[in-house]
């Protein structure tokens, strides 16, 4: 079997005897000799196919090579891909259990969520009812901080020592506030209070639960009942005012380095009711202060006047605010639940007699001893469509 041989590159000393050959034949052939030109000429030409053949062949080989290197890569690639689809089943199948897992969680939260929304409600509500609570408990025990206007009197003086003499104790007027409570009860119509004069006569009162009164027209069914008990308070407010301190309050703050020279020099003027002064507390940004004079008694007439020029760069006049300064406290603070022993609350009265008719029917029935009854201090009857309030205050008779 034939085999087809490609053109193999021919070394330089088989050309060169090919070529003397071919000229020596021509020689004969021909009886032409050819120049040394044209023989060069041909041998350049030669040499350059030369070089265009091994140039090919090197590119065939780069060729090749690269195309092994191709293949080989082109099979890495073809792994890698492999590898990177196993992979992203492998993270499609994780992937797929982490979402149901992530539904799962999200059902199981939601369903926590209601449970929590519904919990919140009900704290709410409760919350709610306790604020009321809370706030009918604080209206019980709310103590009002701006007392009433009273009169007072001066009644003795415990200890008099000469004025030279007195001591740090008399630097403070001292006052003491007795708070006495009161019970306060809502009487609807068709009730009536009664109180007798001795409290066996209530407690008897009290032992029967309906008692018949006859008014002669009718005969009505009532029902005796102890009065209802509140929660009261009862204290003591104890204060010191100074007779050497006042409070003085609005100050400007355009100066405020200057300021305490300025108090210092218009609290000192006699004109204007005022002393010596021993020192003063200052704190600028607040915008009041406390003076303190070195005469008792200043304090006091100062603050009698209730406002005080204040010149300022010897033109603009600012009026302040003055005031004792005074200290409180509370002493003997009490709570406890107000009864009343000789007091009987009546209800279900049903009739349309008059109101004072009413009340001497009830009277005289209660005043009669074959009923169980006793001498009457006070009655009120409340009629239809009406109410009363009734205030309950310690009973001197009970102490």
């Not at 099979?75 to 992530?102: G, M, R």
């Not at 004069?197 to 029967?208: D, F, G, W």
């Not at 201090?377 to 009973?395: A, G, N, Q, T």
């Amino acid at each position: 079997m034939d085999q087809d041989i490609g053109p193999q590159p021919l070394s330089d000393e088989s050309c060169l005897s090919f070529e003397i050959t071919a000229i020596e034949d021509g020689s004969e052939n021909n009886d032409t000799c050819l120049n040394s030109e044209a023989i060069c000429q041909a041998r350049e030409e030669l040499e350059k196919w030369q070089m265009n053949i091994l140039k090919l062949e090197k590119e065939k080989s780069d060729l090749i090579c690269k195309k092994l290197d191709a293949e080989e890569k082109r099979k890495q690639a073809t792994n890698h891909l492999c590898k990177l689809n196993s992979e992203l089943d492998n993270y499609k199948d994780e992937f797929l259990k982490v979402a149901k897992s992530c539904q799962e969680m999200l059902q199981e939260k939601n369903q926590k969520y209601i449970k929590l929304k519904d919990q919140l409600v009900e704290l709410e509500n409760d919350l709610q009812r306790k604020q009321a609570l809370c706030d009918s408990l604080c209206a019980k025990f709310r103590i009002k901080l701006k007392l009433p206007e009273k009169n007072i009197k001066f009644i003795k003086s415990e200890q008099s020592v000469p004025v030279d003499q007195e001591g740090d104790e008399f630097l403070n007027i001292k006052c003491i506030y007795t708070i006495l409570p009161k019970m306060l009860v809502v009487l609807q119509n068709g009730q009536t209070l009664i109180t007798f004069e001795e409290e066996q006569v209530a407690s008897r009162i009290l032992k029967i639960a309906n008692h018949q009164i006859d008014l002669q027209s009718e005969k009505i069914q009532v029902k005796a009942q102890s009065i209802p008990s509140d929660t009261m308070q009862q204290f003591e407010i104890h204060l010191n005012i100074s007779m050497k301190k006042i409070r003085v309050s609005e100050i400007p703050n355009n100066l405020p380095e200057q300021m305490r020279d300025k108090l210092e020099i218009s609290f000192s003027k006699s004109s204007l009711g005022g002393g010596e002064v021993e020192s003063i507390e200052y704190p600028t940004s607040s915008g009041t202060a406390i003076i303190t004079f070195v005469e008792k008694r200043v304090a006091q007439r100062i603050a009698e006047r209730r406002k005080y020029p204040l010149v300022i760069n010897g033109k603009t006049t600012c009026w302040l605010t003055v005031e004792p300064v005074m200290g409180s406290y509370l002493k003997k603070f009490q709570i406890f639940n107000g009864v009343s022993k000789r007091s009987v609350l009546l209800s279900d009265i049903k009739s349309t007699m008059e109101e004072e008719e009413m009340q001497d029917k009830l009277k005289i029935h209660f005043q009669k001893p074959s009923k169980q009854g006793g001498e009457v201090e006070d009655i009120k009857y409340v009629p239809r469509d009406k109410h009363l309030l009734v205030y309950f205050e310690e009973d001197s008779a009970e102490k």
